[in-house]
């Protein structure tokens, strides 16, 4: 939609003004600004000013198509993490998220500057806390720790976008951009509903609350692990929220209790000193690129087993009532396959179902192999030097420096003739399983429940969010993972989207086990 079309209008401030009366034919508008962009959306002014008695879900309602509208601007925003290129863009989202919350009544904002070997220029940290809650029962309030991410991934392929990828579009109930659901859209559902609660209890908070968000999920979460591990008392809560996951089907309220984590790898594979013309030294000079073909084939087996020794030994297999409980859900692996996947076929490892495939099981993936000559027409050349970049899933029990150790030594041992490898640990992240017996699991299952009207299912994600076992073993915090994305809402892949009804439960939600908290 266009600003004209949706009935929205954007005017230019100067950056020290927050909030300025805009007059216009039709209605008197508040003009919220967003340090370090130029536009500023304008809204009716009624909207914005709601009495202090004024429930926070009604708050919430009255308020969803600024919402809305609000998080389209941050998503203009290209906060590509891994592209040096948007570090700008990277600190102006993080900008952005810190003026929001300085707003809406939070305390002790600031930018937290990263730095770690890995990346000495990092992407800063967002923190702000109100700790100012009253006692529940005569006991000091709880404290929620609540996590989001402000970094997206690179939207290539470009041309497969039916919209521009930094230009938010609304199809069909569907919010699309570039971070819609990852993890901008789920962040900002924390930012709305801590708004919400502020404007019905008098700028106040029914419990305590710090709130972290990063920008470089997407590339390891090296800088925030850091802070985590230094820092623990800055970040000391009762529970932790994160909300960067997914439903497992519309309408179905779901909690993630486990997450596989992940160790990400580069192979380096190099033969001659220089590039060679494969007309006169092909035949006789080692190819870096066969080499690598040679070793990956060599991985896995063709029913999907990884053949790395010791690999399997420490895998922790689900409960047997995990297992009951994902059968029972409502699963089709034929349009799971056609629909999410399409592809011709499933494929894996033998003997397992889909879901304990992608949620229980280790697997291993190659993501790309650069190199070489890869440009229009032909270039008869034998490169010098090949790289895989190569990532493994790993399941709880497995840790993420025995199991490159096995894998490092298994790759160095299978390394053809003529060839010199280098293999490096990118980055890195534990499993985790959280157990569903304690009191803040209840209350977000119950929260969950009130807002869709069904009983809440337990799920575990085959992705990793590295930061939640920093969490756990660092901060010693059960860690609720309370997403509301869709199967189909292609993270990290062209077209991504977030269904705008699921964005308006999620601040539901997240108020009502808030609240809970609170007493």
């Known amino acids: 939609m266009t600003g004209r079309s949706c009935g929205w209008r954007w005017v230019r401030r100067k950056p020290e003004a927050r909030v300025a009366r805009v007059k216009t034919k039709r209605h008197e508008f508040a003009a919220v600004l967003y340090w370090g962009t ?25 308020n969803a198509p600024l919402f809305v509208e609000e998080l389209k601007a941050l998503l203009r925003i290209p906060s590509i993490s891994t592209d040096p290129e948007h570090a700008a863009d990277v600190r102006r989202a993080a900008e952005f998220v810190a003026v929001e919350l300085r707003r809406i009544g939070m305390d002790n904002v600031r930018l937290i500057e990263t730095t770690t070997a890995a990346h000495p220029g990092g ?13 529940v029962n005569g006991k000091p309030a709880p404290t929620a720790l609540l996590y989001g991410h402000y970094d997206v991934q690179p939207p290539d392929p470009i041309d497969e976008w039916k919209s521009p990828p930094f230009e938010p579009t609304e199809r069909d109930g569907n919010l699309y951009a570039r971070g819609a659901v990852d993890d901008k859209g789920q962040m900002w559902m924390h930012v709305k509903a801590l708004e919400s609660l502020f404007a019905a209890n008098g700028g106040k908070l029914p419990v305590n609350v710090r709130v972290i968000i990063e920008g470089e999920e997407e590339v390891g979460g090296e800088g925030i692990a850091s802070f985590v591990r230094e820092h623990p008392e800055e970040l000391a809560a009762d529970v932790a929220l994160v ?80 297992l009951a409980a994902w059968k029972a859900l409502p699963f089709d692996e034929e349009h799971y396959r056609e629909t999410e996947v399409g592809s011709t076929v499933l494929t894996g490892e ?113 992705g990793s969010i590295p930061i939640v076992g920093d969490f756990i073993r660092e901060l010693g915090i059960p860690t609720l993972l309370m997403g509301f994305g869709l199967p189909d809402d292609n993270l990290h892949a062209p077209n991504e989207k977030f269904h705008i009804a699921n964005f308006h439960r999620g601040i539901e939600s997240i108020i009502r086990f808030l609240s809970s908290l609170g007493g």
């Open 243 to 322: 909300s960067d996951t997914e439903m497992f089907a519309p309408d179905l309220p779901t909690l993630c209790v486990g997450l596989r984590g992940m160790i990400y790898t580069e192979i380096e594979a190099r033969g001659a000193r220089t590039d060679l013309h494969s007309g006169m030294y092909g035949g006789a000079a080692p190819n870096p690129f066969v080499a690598l073909a040679q070793i990956i084939a060599k991985l896995k087996d063709e029913n999907g087993k990884i053949l790395i020794p010791g690999f399997y030994d420490k895998v922790a297999k689900p409960t047997a009532a995990e």
């Open 350 to 462: 033998a003997g397992y179902s889909v879901l304990e495939r992608t949620w229980a099981r280790p697997t291993l993936d190659v993501h790309g192999m650069p190199g070489g000559f890869i440009g229009a027409g032909a270039k008869t050349v034998i490169p010098a030097r090949a790289l895989a970049k190569v990532s493994m899933r790993l399941v709880p029990d497995m840790t993420p420096a025995e199991t490159f150790a096995l894998y490092k030594a298994y790759v160095e041992s299978i390394c053809p003739k003529g060839i010199t490898l280098d293999v490096r640990l990118i980055h890195s992240g534990d499993a985790i399983v959280v157990s569903t017996d304690n009191p803040y699991v209840q209350a977000a299952t119950e929260a969950m429940h009130q807002v869709f009207g069904k009983e809440t299912v337990f799920v575990r994600g085959g």
């Open 123 to 135: 992407h800063p940290l967002v923190y702000a806390d109100y700790l100012r809650a009253a006692p």
């Open 38 to 62: 130029e536009r500023v959306l304008s809204v009716p002014l009624e909207i914005k000013l709601e009495t202090a008695s004024t429930s926070a879900l009604d708050f919430a309602h009255r």
